[in-house]
């Protein structure tokens, strides 16, 4: 099954993301650091950072089901500035009840730094998603 985030994200697409591996409860999701994508200090905006977990934990969430895993709420703690790029976000589940689903989400820069670590709460709804 191709995964449902890197078929109908648009946001995806409009920053320039790549879902590079996914699998039930883990996927990996790289952004080039663009001039877009960068704050007026020429480094990562945090709201592209947060938007690359949140595109991260959505694929992982979203991997191999037929019902749609949506945010409950997400936290970010940004660790160091993002200098190089592309930047990498690799999500992990670290609970999968049959409603509730919690992630661990770490976002590194080019260099390998990790610049910021997530944590984020999905639940599983009844909603098909779409082919």
């Known amino acids: 099954m191709e995964n449902y985030v890197a078929k ?62 949506v945010s409950l709420s997400t936290s970010i703690e940004f660790l160091r500035p993002g200098k190089t790029g592309p930047l990498i976000a690799e999500a992990t589940v670290t609970r999968s009840g049959k409603h509730i689903q919690s992630y661990d989400v770490k976002i590194f820069d080019g260099s390998g730094a990790l610049i ?12 098909p998603l779409p082919d």
Do not use: W
Not at 27 to 56: C, E, Q, R, T, W
Not at 117 to 127: E, I, L, R
């Open 116 to 127: 910021a670590k997530c944590m984020a709460s999905g639940y599983q709804t009844d909603v």
């Open 8 to 69: 109908h994200d648009k946001l995806v697409r409009h920053l320039g993301m790549s879902v590079d591996t996914v699998r039930q409860g883990y996927a990996k999701v790289s952004m080039p650091l663009s001039d877009n994508v960068k704050n007026g200090m020429g480094l990562a905006h945090g709201g592209a950072i947060f938007s690359l977990a949140d595109v991260a934990f959505g694929a992982a969430a979203n991997a191999d089901t037929e019902t749609a895993v």
